[in-house]
């Protein structure tokens, strides 16, 4: 299995309160995503890296930002959470662009 | 909207029985890829097909793509219980980035 490790697992807060999703991984590799899995939605995208500082805007970007300082480290925060966000949280990486994605196990938070 | 759209949502059958399942996209493609997922977990590459190829096999998958009707069929034979999960097709197109499906959920009874 990719090296992909995302903390935390679970976490529970309020709302208007800032969190922070981290994902690591071991493989070096360029690219780097954070999705978000919702009932009905599928997987979308919320911000990608292709490479340390470089990042980009997915398809559901707003009240998300993200910063890759390491190849091996990639942060996604909610500036100020809403209920809106609850969901579960994906990071992925991938080599080459449009090559196949290797997926951590998931943040499963919960704004209340 | 989605560029891949599955159907159907969701599939029951008994093991031992084959699987279908089909994904429609919206514009042209670098390669469509399956994902499964389990209960829990992250999603898992399948299998990549690449747009001037029409067929692809892995094991019990086989995976058909028709670039003239933009569309892609998944076939897991000889189905287990251990199948059981939610299928997700993904699209590449011409950028960094996969667009994904909304899944198959399918359901293998022993």
């Known amino acids: 299995d990719a090296g992909i490790t995302q903390s935390p697992r679970h976490k529970v807060t309020e709302t208007g309160t800032p969190v922070t999703l981290r994902c690591h991984q071991t493989e070096n590799h360029r690219y780097m995503y954070w999705y978000r899995q919702d009932p009905g939605h599928g997987l979308r995208l919320i911000h990608y890296s292709y490479g340390v500082k470089d990042t980009d805007k997915g398809e559901v970007s707003d009240g998300y930002s993200v910063s890759r300082s390491k190849t091996e480290d990639f942060l996604l925060t909610l500036e100020s959470a809403t209920s809106s966000q609850t969901s579960v949280y994906f990071c992925?990486?991938?080599?080459?662009?449009?090559?196949?994605?290797?997926f951590g196990d998931g943040t499963r938070l919960s704004i209340l | 909207s989605q560029q891949g759209e599955e159907d159907p949502q969701a599939l029951s059958i008994q093991e031992g029985e084959n699987a279908t399942m089909n994904c429609s996209y919206k514009t042209s493609i670098n390669n469509l890829q399956w994902y499964r997922q389990n209960s829990g977990r992250g999603l898992v590459h399948l299998i990549l097909?690449?747009?001037?190829?029409r067929e692809k096999h892995s094991g019990r998958l086989r995976v058909t793509l028709d670039t003239s009707k933009k569309s892609s069929s998944l076939l897991i034979t000889a189905s287990r219980a251990a199948d059981t999960a939610s299928y997700f097709c993904a699209t590449a197109i011409n950028t960094d980035k996969l667009i994904f499906g909304t899944g198959t959920r399918l359901q293998v009874f022993p």
């Open positions: 097909i690449r747009s001037n190829e």
């Open positions: 992925a990486i991938s080599g080459p662009k449009g090559e196949p994605q290797h």
